[in-house]
């Protein structure tokens, strides 16, 4: 069986969701809001033209603000 092309797109982006957020320990639940959010935008064509670790970066920053979870920027 063939996978489409959307289901690839959003395989890669759950996969690169869970990924930053493994990295920055996020929880079950923000990583959820991202990737429903990355989702969305997915589905109203939103991330043609932008970079992928952009639309995923916005997406986790997005899904932190919905739950509450502050994150800061560390150099």
Do not use: P, W
């Amino acid at each position: 069986m063939q996978t489409s092309s959307a289901d690839k797109a959003l395989r890669s982006g759950h996969d690169a969701i869970r990924l930053m957020a493994d990295r920055i320990n996020l929880t079950k639940n923000v990583t959820n809001r991202a990737y429903t959010i990355f989702k969305e935008c997915y589905k109203n064509k939103c991330l043609r033209g932008r970079s992928h670790d952009a639309i995923i970066t916005t997406c986790i920053y997005a899904a932190c603000r919905d739950e509450g979870s502050d994150r800061t920027m560390k150099g």
